[in-house]
């Protein structure tokens, strides 16, 4: 039976997912913008040798502005898929939930453009995952998917706010996962393309997504409507859960290679006109979740760079220097898959 790593993360963090691979699709020709074959450059970043607890120098917000970044977080015996929603500025300040789970535990928080409704995904039980939007100036939270026997995960704005992307896995045994988007109150649902995990390009033209071909995860682009994919990496690792850099230029992604251990998860970026890849973490932990930050200068991410078996959050500068914890929780609990608000007053 072929083994192919799967959501490996998530069954880490939620121990829910199953071990089903996507189908594989179709292998396009990995070409440059150019359209001229375009081998990866491989180069690695030294990594940060020191951590500091906090940011050196904190983050100052005007007064009753959010703080910069949402994750989520699961307490201590609280079940792995109970996760609330927590957001934290960089130093350390205006720690403070932000909505707490019920029967419903909800995880990987992505933000409309103006900052005030928080897409998310909602576990139901073991069949069921439903993408959810949360209004935090009305406090409203809508159920956006309904579909049973589903996981509807991975949910992400683009920045007109006029449409959110999203990944469909369908139970184990079937071997699929789908891309889809929808507008942001449930409507037009529609199918793109066969791959999960995808994020809009800056300007709302393209997607970047993962897709297995040939037992491997690897990086694909596609125009919105699932036309035109171009593959972009052709590496043994495996590539996964890629981000747009706000700018255009680069495609952030996590790459791990199966051969090793889990902890052999890192961040990589891509340059999307040269085919230069740069790893940005090399260490012993596991490195995950990566987003950018609204200028494109910073990268949080989950790790377990301190050295224990829970997660927290850290951010990075875009070089991968200047690594900074963020979070401290308790033993035995962890957070995870954060992202950056855009500044709301009130």
Same mark, same amino acid.
């Given at each position: 039976?072929?083994?192919?790593?799967?959501?490996?993360?998530?069954?880490?963090?939620?121990?829910?997912?199953?071990?089903?691979? +996507?189908?594989? @699709?179709?292998? &396009?020709?990995?070409?440059?913008?150019?359209?001229?074959?375009? +081998? &990866?450059?491989?180069?690695?970043? +030294?990594?940060?040798?020191?951590?500091?607890? @906090?940011?050196?120098?904190? /983050?100052? *917000?005007? =007064?009753?502005?959010? &703080?910069?970044?949402?994750?989520?977080?699961?307490?201590?015996?609280?079940?792995?898929?109970?996760?609330? /929603?927590? %957001?934290?500025?960089?130093?350390?300040?205006?720690?403070?939930? *932000?909505? !707490?789970? @019920?029967?419903?535990?909800?995880?990987?928080?992505?933000?409309? &453009?103006?900052?005030?409704?928080?897409?998310?995904?909602?576990?139901?039980?073991?069949?069921?995952?439903?993408?959810?939007?949360?209004?935090?100036?009305?406090? %409203?939270?809508?159920?956006?998917?309904?579909?049973?026997?589903?996981?509807?995960?991975?949910?992400?704005?683009?920045?007109?706010?006029?449409? /959110?992307?999203?990944?469909?896995?369908? #139970?184990?045994?079937?071997?699929?996962? $789908?891309?889809?988007?929808?507008?942001?109150?449930?409507?037009?649902? !529609?199918?793109?393309?066969?791959?999960?995990?995808?994020?809009?390009?800056?300007?709302?033209?393209?997607?970047?997504?993962?897709?297995?071909?040939?037992?491997? $995860?690897?990086?694909?682009?596609?125009?919105?409507?699932?036309?035109?994919?171009?593959? #972009?990496?052709?590496?043994?690792?495996? =590539?996964?859960?890629?981000?747009?850099?706000?700018?255009? =230029?680069?495609?952030?992604? $996590?790459?791990?290679?199966? $051969?090793?251990?889990?902890?052999?998860?890192?961040?990589?970026?891509?340059?999307?006109?040269?085919?230069?890849?740069?790893? *940005?973490?090399?260490?012993?932990?596991?490195?995950?979740?990566?987003?950018?930050? *609204?200028?494109?200068?910073?990268?949080?991410?989950?790790?377990?760079?301190?050295?224990?078996?829970?997660?927290?959050?850290?951010?990075?500068?875009?070089?991968?220097?200047?690594?900074?914890?963020? @979070?401290?929780?308790? =033993?035995?609990?962890?957070?995870?898959?954060?992202?950056?608000?855009?500044?709301? !007053?009130?």
């Amino acid at each position: 039976m072929k083994l192919i790593r799967q959501f490996a993360i998530f069954v880490i963090l939620l121990s829910l997912l199953t071990s089903c691979a +996507p189908a594989s @699709t179709s292998t &396009p020709t990995v070409v440059s913008p150019t359209g001229t074959v375009v +081998p &990866p450059i491989l180069t690695a970043i +030294p990594p940060t040798t020191t951590l500091e607890p @906090t940011a050196s120098q904190p /983050i100052v *917000l005007e =007064e009753g502005m959010n &703080p910069d970044l949402t994750y989520s977080f699961v307490p201590n015996n609280s079940g792995a898929h109970m996760f609330d /929603i927590y %957001e934290v500025n960089q130093d350390g300040s205006k720690h403070q939930v *932000l909505l !707490k789970a @019920t029967t419903v535990g909800f995880n990987q928080p992505d933000w409309s &453009p103006d900052g005030k409704v928080m897409a998310i995904w909602g576990w139901h039980n073991p069949r069921t995952i439903s993408i959810y939007t949360y209004d935090t100036t009305t406090e %409203e939270l809508t159920r956006l998917t309904d579909q049973k026997n589903v996981y509807d995960m991975f949910p992400h704005w683009n920045r007109t706010g006029e449409r /959110i992307v999203f990944t469909r896995q369908y #139970l184990p045994g079937t071997d699929r996962n $789908e891309i889809w988007s929808m507008n942001p109150d449930g409507s037009d649902q !529609k199918k793109i393309i066969d791959g999960y995990a995808a994020s809009w390009s800056p300007d709302g033209e393209k997607l970047v997504y993962s897709a297995v071909t040939d037992d491997n $995860e690897d990086l694909y682009t596609c125009n919105s409507d699932g036309t035109n994919s171009v593959k #972009l990496l052709d590496t043994e690792d495996n =590539e996964s859960f890629p981000q747009w850099s706000p700018n255009g =230029e680069l495609i952030m992604f $996590e790459q791990f290679n199966r $051969e090793k251990e889990i902890n052999s998860y890192e961040i990589g970026v891509l340059n999307i006109s040269t085919g230069e890849v740069k790893v *940005l973490t090399q260490n012993n932990y596991l490195d995950s979740g990566a987003r950018w930050s *609204l200028d494109g200068s910073q990268i949080a991410f989950l790790s377990r760079y301190h050295g224990n078996d829970d997660f927290e959050i850290y951010v990075m500068n875009a070089d991968g220097t200047g690594v900074k914890q963020v @979070t401290h929780t308790a =033993e035995g609990s962890y957070a995870t898959f954060p992202s950056w608000r855009p500044p709301v !007053k009130p």
